[in-house]
């Protein structure tokens, strides 16, 4: 369902993002958030960060993959080149053309992880995100939420390959970087949205599809 704008100009599509620490199951989540959109008759583009254009995946690659040590300043901006070419090359164009677009992972993922986690200036953090996506934030935010020794401990299981350079921290970083994300949703609250993850998944998709019907009508 493609709603028109002014003059028979498509209207503006939507940006949802989805995010949490490893092993809430934003993946499963993901498919489940896209089926429901399409089934109202979106078109929706699903896609992630880091990562989304063929250049922000080389960077994505390099982020996660990296051996030589990257601080966590080189990590931020990092972050936030691949983003620049994401929202200009994919994100904003396909909002600006009509069409939902579903992310997982977006700024707010900066503010938890490089923010909380790393203890980067917040306010840094900010001048970044104006710098590179202004008026475009998210229209919703679906923050999965789980105590971090349980969802870490279904990352380990689900996990084929090496951990990566983030899965390799430990438990107290994903304890900040959760504590980052509930001072997001109290900070936004209409915006970002949490969702139980802990709890069985059919209950979690339930949790999904009331907040995606009452946030985004139509
Ligand atoms: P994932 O997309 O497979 O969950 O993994 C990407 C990793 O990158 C994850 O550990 C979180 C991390 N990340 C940040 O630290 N900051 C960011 O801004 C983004 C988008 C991801």
């Known amino acids: 369902m493609t709603d028109t704008g002014p003059r028979g100009t498509p209207a503006r599509g939507r ?71 994401h929202v200009d090359n994919v994100i904003r164009p396909a909002v600006e053309a009509g069409r939902w677009v579903l992310c997982d992972r977006f700024t707010d993922a900066t503010r938890a992880y490089q923010g909380a986690g790393r203890g980067l200036d917040v306010a840094w953090i900010e001048r970044l995100a104006d710098a590179v996506h202004a008026g475009l934030d998210p229209d919703l935010t679906l923050w999965l939420d789980a105590p971090v020794e349980i969802a870490l401990r279904r990352a380990d299981q689900r996990r084929s390959g090496e951990a990566d350079r983030f899965e390799r921290e430990r438990e107290t970083f994903f304890e900040r970087v959760r504590e980052g994300y509930r001072e997001l949703a109290m900070r936004w609250p209409d915006r970002v949205r949490r969702v139980d993850a802990a709890v069985p998944v059919e209950d979690v998709r339930r949790a999904i599809a009331v907040i995606l019907d009452e946030a985004l009508p139509g």
């Open 15 to 85: 940006f949802i993002t989805v995010e949490g620490i490893e092993g809430v199951g934003k993946t499963t989540s993901l498919e489940f958030i896209r089926a429901h959109l399409a089934a109202a008759g979106h078109d929706v583009l699903v896609t992630r960060e880091p990562g989304g254009t063929p250049t922000a995946e080389r960077l994505r690659e390099v982020l996660l993959e990296s051996a030589e040590p990257i601080g966590p300043q080189a990590e931020l901006l990092l972050m936030f080149a691949a983003r620049s070419l």
